[in-house]
Nanobody
């Protein structure tokens, strides 16, 4: 089993920054693709960012491109999401996810169904 625990969420003013972390336990995740998703109140969960297991390939939703940066530290078994220039539309619960099925070092995944394990989420609230 894999446990993922997100942290770093909170309340921030528009234009501010937050850095989310996703710490994994139960398995070394250095060989697995990972991603971030978010869910706003009353909306479906949506893709935010993805990273291949080598870290060589990154992909972002258009809504966060240029503002968010996904990264990973395989030595620490941790995934990160640096969020800058936050806006009220970024408000929601942010989830990290890991895909345990095989993927090449250059593959990333944007669909929720591509992932096998999820964290419990961390709340991000951006005030205007």
């Amino acid at each position: 089993q894999v446990q993922l625990v997100e942290s770093g969420g909170g309340l921030v003013q528009a234009g501010g920054s937050l850095r989310l972390s996703c710490a994994a336990s139960g398995r070394t995740l250095s060989r697995y693709a990972m991603g971030w998703f978010r869910q706003a109140p009353g909306k479906e969960r949506e893709f935010v960012a993805a990273i291949s297991w080598t870290g060589s390939r990154l992909y972002y939703a258009d809504s966060v491109k240029g503002r968010f940066t996904i990264s990973r530290d395989n030595a620490k078994n941790t995934l990160y999401l640096q969020m800058n220039s936050l806006a009220p539309d970024d408000t929601g619960v942010y989830y990290c996810a890991v895909r345990l099925a095989w993927s090449s070092g250059s593959q990333y995944y944007t669909g929720a169904r591509d992932y096998d394990y999820w964290g419990q989420g961390t709340q991000v609230t951006v005030s205007s």
